[in-house]
């Protein structure tokens, strides 16, 4: 089946470092895959998207390249701030014909002033 | 902007009562679903449906029923509410497109039960 893994947190950085998170995932034929985003107290949202290999999905100084040879989407961002702090989300779909979202676990992510 | 809509916020009650958790949305989406969020915040998949009267459950094992009478409407409902069912719950709705079936979540209902 489908399946997503991330890496697990806490990451813990300092504002203005750079972030990566790292996504890699199993599914079959070409799915969509995503980066959401769920700050304190709220419901997901997306982050960015990219819907076919070497598309890069950009939003808010995030990016992701999905990379079908490494079967990858990480995530990056150059200069984080305090208000980047939050849980963030891998997820595909599409895969095989199958429009049920699969979701990495989640990798929170805390950055200090 | 997404619209959709979680009802309520936050609910504390005791073991044995009847709950509903509403969720509505605004867009005019054909797919709801439900998930519960456990305190490690991984995403389990409870219910999901295509359209009005479709359901159909998720990967994870749950006691709840849910009901798609309206587009726009999706109760989950607890016939008998347990301590193991605290948790955080989340709906969310999406328009299926070839590929781009971006998901749309509501804020989410935080659940206690006593």
């Known amino acids: 089946g489908n399946s997503v893994t991330q890496m697990e947190g806490p990451v813990t950085l300092s504002e203005e470092a750079f972030l990566t998170i790292n996504c890699t995932y199993t599914a079959t034929g070409y799915p969509s895959l995503f980066w959401y985003v769920q700050y304190p107290g709220e419901g997901l949202q997306l982050l960015l998207k990219a819907t076919k290999a070497d598309d890069k999905g950009s939003n808010k100084g995030f990016e992701a390249t999905y990379r079908k040879e490494t079967t990858s989407f990480h995530l990056e961002k150059g200069s984080v701030q305090v208000s980047d702090s939050a849980v963030y989300f891998c997820a595909l779909n599409g895969a095989g014909g199958s429009y049920i979202p699969t979701f990495g676990r989640g990798t929170s992510l805390i950055v200090h002033p | 902007e997404a619209d959709i809509y979680q009802t309520p916020r936050y609910l504390v009650i005791g073991t044995g009562k009847k709950i509903t958790l509403e969720c509505s949305q605004t867009m005019g989406h054909d797919k709801m679903y439900w998930y519960q969020q456990d305190p490690g915040m991984e995403l389990h998949l409870i219910h999901y449906?295509?359209?009005?009267?479709?359901?159909e459950k998720g990967d994870l094992s749950s006691e709840s029923t849910v009901s798609r009478i309206r587009t726009e409407h999706f109760p989950l409902t607890l016939e008998s509410a347990r301590p193991s069912h605290t948790s955080q719950y989340l709906c969310a709705s999406s328009q299926p497109t070839t590929g781009t079936d971006t998901q749309y979540f509501g804020p989410g209902t935080r659940l206690t039960v006593l």
């Open positions: 449906s295509y359209g009005v009267n479709s359901t």
